[in-house]
Each structure stands twice: as structure tokens, then as C-alpha cells.
């Protein structure tokens, strides 16, 4: 499948039938996933970072001309105002089907998509309360997340073990803000969490990235190995190197991002579905065979990015995406280690993945 083929699915089928299907309009929120078979959500809750990547989706649906958007972007922004943005600070992290929170719990990668919410929104409904919001997020996750080891803390009360994931969508989160406000302490917070990545996070002598860390930012190594998702390496390099287009310094970021590939090229790839598996030890033993969709929208971004990379690299790339997607506008979403496709329903979250890298390789054709 062409990246043309790819932007026209995402466009014309996908974002439609998610308009059409994903959103409870009657209680105001997304709906969790949708069946194969006649598009329904058996799904008993409501997330925040449902909410917050399904206003994101939307918000970028709205900037390719998809009609209807821009409502789904207003629902989106009234769920988290209204439901979701706890009195105290913050967002609530789990809500009935009434959008009531049943979980008030301060998840850090939900608070990094609600920003990321925020600032592709500002595109979309009138930018100055937003800016507001986004500045008023900062300044409450300046406050509550930051862990005494380094980095920030998993969620409010702190949770183990700590995780990179978090940190890594902050920083898309960051730097989408200060591309839609401008505000130089976006891009401040920005460098801090890239330092954090190259000084504490990445594995110096692997060139991999562990991603589950103890209280004191240390990877933890059951077995002398720790665990790595290739999927988040290709994330990271995309990252990389959109901190440098920002303004960043690319240098180090630069072989940071050599090396994290290498070890996806070596390491991450299923011998017979050529997809990205799930999981790989820092050893290069595969731990987990079986393959998701969203790493497959990782390697596209990646792919795109490499100075190194072939065009081939690309249309491989894009080919593989392809072989998820369905007709109709929805995805297959797990494959097991046979390479064989599961039925799951196909989850709203993926939905941003899948946005973010087709309209990122391909923004306008």
C-alpha cells in the first residue's frame, strides 16, 4: 500500500466511520473501540487518554478537511472540562459511561495527551482559553510529578515499576504546545525530558531503551536483561528529530537515534511477517513474538525520518501498515506469534497512532 493509498484510507473511510460510529453523542464522550461487526462498544468505561487522543484525532481530521471534525474537537474539549479536570488540579483518569469518575487517580501519560489535546485543538475552536488551559496543565504538572531520582513520577498516588513511555509522550506533548503557543517554557520542559532521555534513560552500552525503571530511575534487569519495545524506539527517533527541527541541538540526539534503529533492524523485526514485534530483550532475544498495530505506525514515522534509509525502507514501511488495515475504516489490532490476525474490536486509541503517522509522512498530497 502506497503512503498516498494510506492518507486516502485515513481520510475517507477510517475518520468518517469514526465520526459516524465512535462518539456517544447522547452522554457526551468517545466510545472505547469499536466490533468488526456491526461497530458497536461493549466496553463498561471511559478513559481519559481516550478522550484526549480521540480530541487530538479529530482535531487534525478537522486540519485535512474532514467534515464534521471540528464538533467532535468541541465534544472532545467539553468531556475534559467538564468531566474529566478535577477541582484540585489535573484529570481524573477512569469514568463511568455517564462520565462520572469512577478513578481520580493523576496518570502522567493521560496528563501528557491531555496537552497534546490542548494544543491541536488551538487550531480548531478559539486558541486564547486553551492557551490558558495548557499553561495552567504546566504549571500543575510542574508541581505534582517530579520524582527526587529524576524524571517524574508515574501518576499521583506514585505507582511502580516507572516507565520511559510517560516521559516520551510528555515530550510530543511539549513540543506540540510550544508549536501551537509559542511559549518558550514548553520548549524549556522540552530539553529538560531530552537530557533525560540521553543521560538517564537510554541504555549506554546496548543503545537500547529499557522501559520499565525501579523507584531510583534505574532499568530493572530480571535476569541480567532488560525489556525493550521496538515500537518505542522508532517513537523516539521521530522525536528526536523533531526536537531538532524545533530548534534543539541534534548531535547526540542524532546518534542516539542511529543506534536505537540499529537495534530495531537487528533485533525487532518477526522472520516471517516482516512486522515489529512487541517485545525484545536487550539481549536480542525476541520475549514476546507477538506483534500490535501501533508499532507498525511507529516504523512509518521512522522510516520517513532516516537520513540512512532507502526509499525502499519507506515503501516497506508502508506496505506492512497497510496489510492491518480493513476496508471499511477499521484495523486489525494484535497479531499472534504465527503472524496469524486476532478479532479483537478495534480500540479508539489506536486511532491517534494511526493519525499522527500517516498525516506526519504525509501531510498534503
Known sequence: MTIETLRAWLLTRALPLWLAHGIDHQAGGFHEALTH??????????????????TYVFAQAHRA???GADAAVALGLRFLETHAALPDGGYAWRFSLKNTPTDTTRDLYDHAFVLLALAAAAGVVQRAPLHARALALLDFMD?????????????????????????????????????????????????????????????????????????????????????????????????????????????????????LMDFVDRHGIHAGTGDLVDTVDSDGRQSARTARLWPQTERLKAAWLRPDGPAAARNNAADRLGVWLLPDGLWWERRDEAGAFLPDASPASSLYHLTCAILTVAPSL
Open 65 to 67: 478537511g474532514v467534515q
Open 37 to 54: 461487526e456491526g461497530y458497536a462498544c461493549d466496553t463498561p468505561f471511559r478513559r481519559l487518554r481516550v478522550a484526549a487522543r480521540q
Open 143 to 259: 508541581a505534582a510529578f517530579p520524582h527526587p531520582a529524576g524524571g517524574h513520577a508515574e501518576s499521583l498516588p506514585p505507582a511502580l515499576p516507572r516507565r520511559q513511555n510517560p516521559h516520551m509522550h510528555l515530550l510530543e506533548a511539549l513540543l506540540a504546545a510550544y508549536e501551537a503557543f509559542g511559549d518558550a517554557v514548553f520548549l524549556q520542559r522540552a530539553n529538560g525530558l531530552r537530557r533525560l532521555f540521553l543521560e538517564r534513560l537510554l541504555d549506554p552500552e546496548t543503545g537500547a531503551l529499557p522501559e520499565f525503571f525501579d523507584d531510583g530511575l534505574h532499568a530493572e534487569r530480571p535476569g541480567g536483561v532488560f525489556v525493550t519495545e521496538p515500537g518505542h524506539h522508532c517513537e523516539w527517533v521521530w522525536l528526536l528529530h523533531r526536537h531538532a527541527a524545533l530548534g534543539g541541538p541534534f548531535a547526540e540526539g542524532e546518534a542516539a537515534a542511529a543506534r
